[in-house]
């Protein structure tokens, strides 16, 4: 079956095409991508601001069309944290259904940090063990550990790099005092979540998905997107460390310069690498291994086990 997926997040609407069946892995036909930043787009009152709903609407609009012009079977639209948390978030659904057609599910935290779960385990198979996994979005931080396809500990932090750039950060580059600040805020925001993951064990391997863990992998030397999915891809935190202190005195406009950062979220990359530090920190990791697969295609997979009876439910 040939499957659409409208992944709505804090900082992008992504519609991916995939030629999927049981079994087999997701063929993609299509991914465009529209930067909306919806994170940066909420108001003091918590609200998605007008221009951010009709932005919305739009790319909705031509996601579908797009699906439709595909021959789609099916659509699979979801909302993650910037839609999730904003006040008035059923409004701008309802307005995404009724100018746009798009049936847009919204995913809470939990469900977002095991579906990224399950695409990890499938995509690394069960030889990998235990497995950890970070995933830093536009609005929060997922993190799930196990050993099934299910993780036994799941959670979201409200730690995205767009949120936290937007309420940490007035300057650009920000001053060392807000820095501070923010890793301050982000160490006393994952210790009790970290606390849970430790419990849950010793992992076998640790992982990271996320553009922004792609973007801070490439510039630690990492290979580029061009190389293909299949190599082996690493952040350490001594490199992580470095990438810090050189990227913190630069400009967004700067760091746009810089090979693996799109110009839509360079302004996001030093909060990113405070958020991947303090969790690596907190977790007691050193290195994280990337992993190409992520929440789009761990919706695909369960729609896939729920198309053929082996789940309750797409979503869960």
Not at 194 to 202: F, K, P, T
Not at 223 to 242: E, H, I, K
Not at 293 to 308: N, P, Q, Y
Request: net charge negative.
């Amino acid at each position: 079956m040939r499957l659409g997926v409208l992944d709505v997040g804090s900082n992008t609407v992504h519609l991916l095409v995939v030629d999927a069946h049981l079994g087999a892995q997701p063929t993609p036909q299509l991914s465009d991508k529209t930067v909306l930043r919806l994170a940066e787009h909420i108001d003091a009152a918590g609200k998605i601001t007008r221009r951010g709903a009709d932005d919305l609407v739009a790319a909705a609009l031509s996601a579908r069309k797009q699906a439709k012009a595909h021959d789609c079977d099916e659509l699979l639209a979801f909302a993650t944290s910037a839609v999730r948390d904003a006040a008035n978030g059923a409004e701008v659904i309802a307005r995404v259904l009724d100018e746009a057609g798009v049936d847009l599910q919204v995913l809470d935290g939990t469900d977002e940090a095991r579906l990224t779960f399950l695409a990890v385990r499938r995509w690394l198979g069960w030889s990998a063990g235990h497995i950890l996994c970070m995933d830093i979005g536009g609005g929060s931080l997922e993190l799930a550990a196990g050993v099934d396809e299910d993780p036994a500990v799941a959670l979201s932090v409200p730690l995205g790099v767009g949120r936290l750039t937007r309420e940490w950060f007035s300057a650009d580059p920000p001053g060392r005092q807000e820095i501070a600040d923010l890793r301050d805020h982000v160490a006393k925001s994952i210790a009790g979540p970290a606390a849970r993951l430790r419990e849950a064990g010793v992992p076998d391997r640790v992982v990271a998905t996320s553009k922004t863990f792609r973007t801070l992998a490439r510039l630690s030397g990492a290979a580029p997107s061009a190389d293909g999915p299949r190599v082996r891809r690493v952040l350490t935190r001594a490199g992580l460390a470095q990438i810090a202190a050189f990227i913190a005195r630069m400009t967004s406009a700067d760091l746009a310069e810089l090979d693996g950062v799109s110009e839509g979220r360079a302004h996001q990359t030093l909060a990113g690498a405070v958020v991947a530090a303090e969790a690596m920190d907190a977790l007691g990791v050193t290195e994280v291994e990337l992993c190409p697969w992520a929440l789009r295609e761990g919706v695909i997979l369960r729609r896939l086990d729920w198309f053929h009876g082996d789940a309750l439910d797409p979503y869960r």
